[in-house]
């Protein structure tokens, strides 16, 4: 079991940032890529980007390419989530989750993902 615990959300102004942490514990090293969904209005569950968590090679989706950075602290065993020049699109309950393996584009899915935190609300306000 892996348990993930996200922190860091509230509510920034468009054009803010905004920094989400992942803490994972249990048998980390089963997972193998690490990724951020969000929940918003017109989505559920949407894919935000995700790290491969050997190989430190981190995958966004369109809208939020160029604007959010997904990185890793080892030490902490915390995968991070740097959200420059947010929109109000981007409003939403933010989520983490671990999968044991996923390839390429699989891991956009959110059926890769074996576990999952509890969320984290962000809201931008316009």
């Known amino acids: 079991q892996v348990q993930l615990v996200e922190s860091g959300g509230g509510l920034v102004q468009a054009g803010g940032s905004l920094r989400l942490s992942c803490a994972a514990s249990?048998?980390?090293?089963?997972?193998?890529?690490m990724g951020w969904f969000r929940h918003t209005p017109r989505q559920e569950r949407e894919f935000v980007g995700s790290?491969?968590?050997?190989?430190?090679?981190?995958y966004y989706s369109d809208s939020v390419k160029g604007r959010f950075t997904i990185s890793r602290d080892d030490p902490k065993n915390t995968v991070l989530l740097q959200m420059n020049g947010v929109l109000p699109e981007d409003t939403g309950v933010y989520y983490c989750?671990?999968?044991?393996?996923?390839?390429?584009?699989?891991?956009?899915?959110?059926?890769?993902?074996?576990?999952w935190g509890q969320g984290t609300q962000v809201t931008v306000s316009s």
């Open positions: 989750a671990a999968a044991h393996s996923c390839l390429g584009d699989g891991c956009y899915d959110k059926q890769a993902y074996n576990y």
């Open positions: 249990g048998r980390t090293f089963s997972a193998s890529t």
């Open positions: 790290i491969d968590w050997t190989a430190d090679r981190a």
